[in-house]
């Protein structure tokens, strides 16, 4: 045997062991019941992890309280929860009163504008303008020529539309006031962008869920909603015009996905400022353009949270480890765009700064690679010392 071939023997077990086993969290004989709360966006995946991540990991409880972006950080800043959610990144004021708070992308999703009327199916043409218009309140009927003109042949009733908005602090609409106020100059000077809005018009109800309520029961509704609600309500929506203006495009995981892609991989750090990060109105012919991030944010030093403690912390990088990776494989089933790689790195970088009264928290998925190289290394030096040095030089 030469050198060649332990070299060989060591890439072949590398490649053999599960990708997977190296992001798998350490069991623990310890309960622990981690909390967040925030994003009602995101809630069918991070429900969904919950269930999956028990399942892997039975004395590891997750209590997440969909209770809103805006609420998320609120208790972010109070810091009671071991993290919060949010389709909205922290804002320069919400930085100032949770100091040392790290962000990472956990997810993409899309809003749709989900509607409720009799005889028209999925499909009908909105352009961005139209949409702002609408929730301005200054297109009122569902025929108005604005809508008409972009639906031809479509049977568009003389009915009042009935408008449709979160009630509650919410990521959704910071990322939906975000698009208008890109497509609509008037939207922008008069209402702006935020989770909460000064809205001319409409109801308002709590959380995704409780704007696809208003929409799927009253006839001539129309609001925003995340797409998973959508599909899963089995909702009406619009194809929206793509920020190229030639398109019409209905929102799906490609054209989500292509809407973000388009965005680019100039993230901030994971200590950076977010407060500018948008993919809204990203160019080309596929993109869907009412696009986002959700988020979640983690005290860099979690000894700081009320009630953490070491064995905790350990959990709560554990679970968010888990959840950037092998937790990526339940987002396209509920309609999320699983995280590119290069998104993947800036949250790697982020668990890896955690840490508890000023120490390190130890990562399960990047020690275990660490581990990995070192036996490699340490079979590869066994079986040097065996042989013989002189066996594995080459012979004159």
């Known amino acids: 045997m030469n050198y060649k071939i332990l070299f060989a023997l060591a ?15 350490a069991q623990t004989s310890q309960t622990y019941t981690l909390t967040g709360a925030g994003s009602t966006f995101v809630f069918p995946l991070m429900d969904n992890w919950r269930v999956q991540y028990n399942k892997l990991n039975q004395n590891i409880n997750l209590n997440y309280q969909s209770i809103g972006s805006g609420a998320g950080i609120k208790l972010l800043e109070q810091k009671s929860v071991d993290f919060a959610a949010s389709d909205a990144p922290l804002q320069p004021s919400e930085s100032a009163k949770a100091p040392g708070a790290l962000t990472l992308p956990e997810s993409i999703g899309g809003i749709t504008i989900a509607y409720n009327v009799p005889g028209v199916d999925k499909g009908l043409k909105l352009t961005g303008p139209v949409i702002a218009q609408i929730f301005m309140g200054t297109i009122t009927s569902w025929n108005d020529p604005a809508i008409a003109n972009l639906n031809p042949g479509v049977n568009l009733p003389s009915q009042n539309i009935v408008i449709a908005h979160r009630s ?27 989770k909460t809005v000064p809205w001319p018009v409409g109801t308002g109800g709590q959380g995704n869920a409780g704007v696809a309520s208003i929409v799927k029961t009253t006839p001539y509704a129309i609001g925003y909603i995340e797409l998973a609600y959508a599909v899963q309500n089995n909702m009406s ?3 929206v015009q793509n920020a190229d203006g030639n398109a019409f495009v209905e929102p799906t995981l490609d054209t989500v996905a292509a809407d973000a892609a388009a965005a680019g991989t100039n993230l ?19 993109s869907y353009p009412i696009s ?15 009630g953490e403690t070491q064995g905790k912390a350990n959990e709560i990088v554990n679970f968010l480890n888990w959840i950037i990776h092998d937790g990526q494989q339940y987002a396209t089933p509920l309609y999320y765009v699983p995280l590119p790689d290069s998104i993947k790195k800036i949250d790697e970088q982020g668990l890896a700064e955690i840490q508890f009264n000023g120490g390190a928290v130890p990562e399960f998925g990047s020690m275990a690679e660490l581990i990995l190289v070192i036996a490699v290394i340490a079979v590869i030096g066994m079986s040097v010392k065996k042989i013989g040095l002189a066996a594995l030089l080459p012979k004159a």
């Not at 890439?11 to 969290?25: N, V």
């Not at 990521?171 to 935020?194: E, I």
Request: proline share 6%.
């Open 11 to 25: 890439s072949m077990l590398l490649l053999i062991i599960p990708a997977t086993s190296f992001h798998a969290s």
């Open 168 to 194: 509650d602090g919410s990521g959704t609409t910071y990322a939906f006031t975000d698009y208008l106020s890109k497509v609509s100059p008037d939207w922008m000077s008069k209402v702006g962008q935020g």
């Open 237 to 239: 929506y619009a194809f």
């Open 268 to 286: 901030p750090a994971p200590d950076g400022d977010w407060s500018k990060v948008s993919i809204v109105s990203q160019p080309g012919s596929n």
């Open 292 to 306: 986002t991030l959700t988020y979640v944010f983690v005290y860099k030093d979690l000894s700081q949270v009320t």
